[in-house]
T-cell receptor
Framework: NAGVTQTPKFRVLKTGQSMTLLCAQDMNHEYMYWYRQDPGMGLRLIHYSVGEGTTAKGEVPDGYNVSRLKKQNFLLGLESAAPSQTSVYFC????????????FGQGTRLTVV | QQQVKQSPQSLIVQKGGISIINCAYENTAFDYFPWYQQFPGKGPALLIAIRPDVSEKKEGRFTISFNKSAKQFSLHIMDSQPGDSATYFCAASSRSNDYKLSFGAGTTVTVRA
């Protein structure tokens, strides 16, 4: 019963490098979200998806891209990493029927040097 | 600018005491108000949630008080325990806006034994 799994858990990138963060959920949820967490700022929404094949921009989308080719997976890409993207990234999968609840992964701590 | 304002930023309480965290919002379309608890190195986890048709919800030692007219809601932790030491986030969302959660900045609660 994995819930929401994020890979990798830690990563150090050099400025200008690219990478992809993977989020996988096994709860058959339609809605998935990517957030970044920075000290004193709570969690801010980067991009989200309301179903397979759909994506939409959140509050802070610049510098990121996403894809939802399969219902269970939501990928977050950084094409050219910048130090300002140093953060902890959380993926969430959302149950909207019955008791509404967001289920979060364990997070990916990314440092861009 | 954050749609949900949370205070205080941090608080220290003695074991057995009461912790109170306050949140305020502006968007009257919000129809779901959850509180999340986060331990270091972990993702946020749903603690308790309320909808605007009720003024209070209690689950064990945790109570949400909701004031629709003032657009404010608060979390009360009764009989605080050292295991309650964590960061707490209030949030709000609307089903008419893809259930996107807007988070407060977070409150770090430390319970002294």
């Amino acid at each position: 019963n994995a819930g929401v799994t994020q890979t990798p858990k830690f990563r150090v990138l050099k400025t200008g490098q690219s990478m992809t963060l993977l989020c996988a959920q096994d709860m058959n949820h339609e809605y998935m979200y990517w957030y970044r967490q920075d000290p004193g700022m709570g969690l801010r929404l980067i991009h989200y998806s309301v179903g397979e094949g759909t994506t939409a921009k959140g509050e802070v989308p610049d510098g990121y891209n996403v894809s939802r080719l399969k219902k269970q997976n939501f990928l977050l890409g950084l094409e050219s990493a910048a130090p300002s993207q140093t953060s902890v990234y959380f993926c969430a999968s959302y149950r909207v029927r019955g008791n509404t609840e967001a289920f979060f992964g364990q997070g990916t701590r990314l440092t861009v040097v | 600018q954050q749609q949900v304002k949370q205070s205080p930023q941090s608080l220290i309480v003695q074991k057995g005491g009461i912790s109170i965290i306050n949140c305020a919002y502006e968007n009257t379309a919000f129809d779901y108000f959850p509180w999340y608890q986060q331990f270091p190195g972990k993702g946020p986890a749903l603690l308790i949630a309320i909808r605007p048709d009720v003024s209070e919800k209690k689950e064990g030692r945790f109570t949400i008080s909701f004031n629709k007219s003032a657009k404010q809601f608060s979390l009360h932790i009764m009989d605080s325990q050292p295991g309650d030491s964590a960061t707490y986030f209030c949030a709000a969302s609307s089903r008419s806006n893809d259930y996107k959660l807007s988070f407060g900045a977070g409150t770090t609660v430390t319970v002294r034994a």
